[in-house]
């Protein structure tokens, strides 16, 4: 994992601090020494632990192929009901695409539908002239990323592997999902890049 540079400098300054003590104290006695060494390992263990607020990138500041958002459950609703009904929403998707957008199908690449999990999904463009001329004559892929929350809430990241714009891909994509999850009773904002 990568730490941001505002961590990197917190654990610094712990380091700097525990290792300028160098007094010998008795075991048993709590001195700054030990207090600061169990901060550091403290600050280390959080920053460093896989910690699911943590897991999906937010999208590029002004990015035209990548949407972040929230979606969240009816209250009441716990992480496994909540898990449950957006597995369901995700597999309604149809392979041949919708709103004329991934007509190359879609597969779940990690199927961890869990809290504290990120599950993972690959949705294909179709093959036409755009993707023959840009793209190789390969489909378009887009990601969709979603992590389950301890509390049902799922933190989403919906976005093109290539190009600066998507056309709408994503956003139609994820405007599929919100009608279903409002006719679930979940709280789901129209998608916006």
Known sequence: MK???AGTAILSLFAATVTSYNIQQPQSAVDRRGVLAGGAAAALAFLTSNNPAQALEACP???NNCISTTWTPPSGTDATKAASTLKA?????PQEGQ???DMGGWTIVDDSF???KVAKIEYKSGI???AKFF???????DDLKLELGSDGVVSVRSSSRIGDSDLGVNQKRLSYFVSKLRAEGWDAPD???
């Open 89 to 93: 929403v995700i597999e309604s998707y």
């Open 191 to 193: 998608p916006t890049y």
């Open 128 to 130: 036409g002239n755009f």
């Open 61 to 63: 500041k002004g990015s």
């Open 114 to 116: 869990a809290p504290g």
């Open 3 to 5: 730490l941001s540079f």
């Open 99 to 101: 709103n004329k957008v």
């Open 135 to 141: 793209n190789g004559g390969k489909p378009f892929v």
